[in-house]
C-alpha cells in the first residue's frame, strides 16, 4: 500500500517547491514527461511512490507527470528532500544539465 503523507508535510512541500524552486519543477517535469514544449510546471502532490506535477505546453493545454522517487519507495519527511534532491540530479542527467550544488 502507498504511504501517503499528512496534509501539514504535502503543504510545507509543495509551498517551498512553488516558492522556490518553480525552474525545478520545470526541469523535473521535462525530463520525467515524453511531452515536448513544456513551458511550465507546478508540484501537486507526492506520496511514498513518488511525486506529481502539473506541466503546461506552449500551446496551453496541461499535463500530468508522475516521476517515481529514484531511492524507491519512502515513508518519511526527511526522505522527501532527498528523493526530490534525487529527481532534481537524475533530470539533470537525463537533459544534459550541470545540476547546481546542493546546500
Known amino acids: 500500500m502507498t504511504f501517503r503523507f499528512d496534509d501539514g508535510v504535502v503543504a510545507a512541500v509543495l509551498g517551498h517547491m512553488n ?11 521535462r525530463a520525467f514527461s515524453s511531452e515536448d514544449g513544456l513551458v511550465s510546471a507546478t508540484m501537486t502532490g507526492f506520496d511514498g511512490d513518488g511525486g506529481d506535477w502539473e506541466a503546461q505546453r506552449a500551446d496551453g493545454e496541461r499535463i500530468a507527470v508522475r516521476a517515481p522517487w529514484p531511492g524507491g519507495t519512502i ?12 529527481l532534481y540530479d537524475e533530470a539533470c542527467r537525463r537533459l544534459g544539465v550541470e545540476p547546481r550544488p546542493h546546500a
Open 19 to 29: 516558492g522556490d524552486h518553480t525552474g525545478d519543477n520545470l526541469l523535473i517535469a
Open 75 to 86: 515513508a518519511d519527511r526527511p526522505a522527501v528532500r532527498r528523493e526530490v534532491v534525487a
